[in-house]
């Protein structure tokens, strides 16, 4: 396999990269531009969405034969986009595609990249132990609350995921304080922060708990839900007691460094599997 | 019927009081402190929402004989609501009724009036004339893209409703855009006036559209979905193309007002039915 990894927003494709290139598997890097920061990636080569064109050229050109997608790329504007000449021929499909939601986009595009000759590896192929593991980690164990909130917040994460709404939600004493569509997650902890105290905990007692679960419906390979430092930071700052993310499902990054954090604030993290006993 | 108008937040109590009113059934007028402005209502009482026993004891004197809520009121912290006598006889049920979400804590609100003797009167069964027409209002007709995304917000915010989330959506294009939980419309209009152009329309070419839905399990009689002149104004702020609500389920506010608004800014108002022919 030689690969190429396709990079956007965010620190999972530095994850990516890093696992992929100890493998001896790691070919070529794109990094989007707008989404990824070419200073990441040493001997990355930076093009625009719309260059699908270019893209296809450059891979083909390495002798690329997988590819791999990861990081945050926002859904385009189809009126700016200046596509290339293979862009602007599959274009009226994609934006056929964007109008029935994230998910049906994102396999579109996937569809394409096999159309051309390549095949898609995911991101846990690659790098499987970046996924969430089952149980408690770190020092905090939960209480009745915040197990109940817990076991909430899953169920209304996955049930506005099967809705393709999103992949996040924020449950506090069997209340639903947010649900997260496209603004993500970070902006929900920051809405959740300036809820009535009433509502959520405080740093002096967190009480609610994020939830990150996959979209049952959802292509797998793609756009698992992520957490790390930043997600527990925001959910200190929100008075969250915990969070809570799929098991096997979404993918912990900086793992160390965000286990203590949530140690020194008191707050718990917890992975559970898709599917639980009710 | 000699009725007593409990006030909460919003505009809504003011065009329930003014309807009573004419219809001399208006006895008493308790504007809760923190809520209702006591300015606006002359003659009213004021109470904490801790005081239930005096606000009891008060209608008593007053021999009234029904009541009506209306009005937005915040989820109180049960741990500084300084409970009279007889709130806090009822106030262990009332901490394990908010424990199971919004509708479960009004429900049982509304039951303690009931034991204790008062019969309850829906804003509707007051104000019938406030309720969402069926069909266009005013002089902006949908095209193709906006009858799909008000079908879909209305898909959305019911099956959000389902979970006891809320009762609001914003959808354009198909993609959800935000979803509203305890943050209330407003904030969700200004959060979807922040997401990226590419996701939502412009004054200059609006696209997408608010819906606003009773949730399929609440208690009618309460906390009916509203829109008015401002949910206008912040669904022309987000670039929306128009705003949905529930015919004969939602409170229309200031409608001339809100009509002329619409019309001056290219936004459509639409009342549409709670079961849809698919």
Same mark, same amino acid.
Do not use: W
């Given at each position: 396999?030689?690969?190429? $990894? @396709?990079?956007?927003?965010?620190?999972? !494709?530095?994850?990516?990269?890093?696992?992929?290139?100890?493998?001896?598997?790691?070919?070529?890097? +794109?990094?989007?531009?707008?989404?990824?920061?070419?200073?990441?990636?040493?001997?990355?080569?930076?093009?625009?969405?719309?260059?699908?064109?270019? +893209?296809?050229?450059?891979?083909?050109?390495?002798?690329?034969?997988?590819?791999?997608?990861?990081?945050? $790329?926002?859904?385009?504007?189809?009126?700016?986009?200046?596509?290339?000449?293979?862009?602007?021929?599959?274009?009226?499909?994609?934006?056929?595609?964007?109008?029935?939601?994230?998910?049906?986009?994102?396999?579109?595009?996937?569809?394409?990249?096999?159309?051309?000759?390549?095949?898609?590896?995911?991101?846990?192929?690659?790098?499987?132990?970046?996924?969430? !593991?089952?149980?408690?980690?770190?020092? @905090?164990?939960?209480?009745? +609350?915040?197990?109940?909130?817990?076991?909430?917040?899953?169920?209304?994460?996955?049930?506005?995921?099967?809705?393709?709404?999103?992949?996040?939600?924020?449950?506090?004493?069997?209340?639903?304080?947010?649900?997260?569509?496209?603004?993500?997650?970070?902006?929900?902890?920051?809405?959740?922060?300036?809820?009535?105290?009433?509502?959520?905990?405080?740093?002096?007692?967190?009480?609610?708990?994020?939830?990150?679960?996959?979209?049952?419906?959802?292509?797998?390979?793609?756009?698992?839900?992520? @957490?790390?430092?930043?997600?527990?930071?925001?959910?200190?700052?929100?008075?969250?007691?915990?969070?809570?993310?799929?098991?096997?499902?979404?993918?912990?990054?900086?793992?160390?460094?965000?286990?203590?954090?949530?140690?020194?604030?008191?707050?718990?993290?917890?992975?559970?599997?898709?599917?639980?006993?009710?």
């Amino acid at each position: 396999m030689k690969l190429a $990894v @396709i990079a956007g927003r965010g620190d999972l !494709p530095k994850h990516v990269v890093a696992a992929a290139r100890e493998n001896s598997q790691l070919k070529s890097i +794109i990094a989007l531009e707008g989404f990824a920061n070419l200073s990441d990636y040493p001997n990355a080569k930076s093009y625009r969405v719309g260059e699908f064109g270019r +893209i296809v050229k450059y891979l083909k050109k390495e002798e690329v034969t997988h590819v791999c997608f990861c990081g945050n $790329v926002d859904r385009p504007d189809f009126s700016k986009i200046k596509p290339d000449l293979k862009a602007m021929f599959y274009l009226p499909g994609t934006i056929k595609a964007a109008s029935k939601g994230d998910d049906a986009l994102l396999r579109h595009l996937l569809g394409l990249f096999e159309k051309e000759g390549f095949q898609y590896v995911s991101p846990q192929d690659v790098c499987a132990p970046l996924l969430m !593991p089952e149980g408690t980690l770190g020092d @905090i164990s939960l209480n009745d +609350i915040h197990r109940a909130d817990a076991l909430s917040a899953c169920h209304i994460a996955q049930s506005i995921g099967a809705l393709d709404i999103g992949q996040g939600a924020v449950v506090a004493r069997g209340v639903t304080l947010a649900v997260e569509a496209q603004e993500g997650t970070d902006a929900m902890l920051l809405r959740v922060a300036t809820l009535p105290q009433a509502l959520r905990g405080s740093a002096a007692n967190r009480v609610g708990v994020l939830a990150k679960m996959v979209k049952p419906t959802q292509d797998t390979r793609i756009d698992l839900p992520v @957490i790390g430092l930043k997600t527990l930071q925001h959910a200190a700052n929100a008075g969250l007691a915990g969070v809570v993310a799929e098991a096997g499902g979404a993918f912990f990054l900086d793992k160390a460094a965000t286990i203590d954090f949530a140690n020194a604030n008191g707050l718990f993290i917890l992975g559970l599997p898709a599917k639980l006993e009710s």
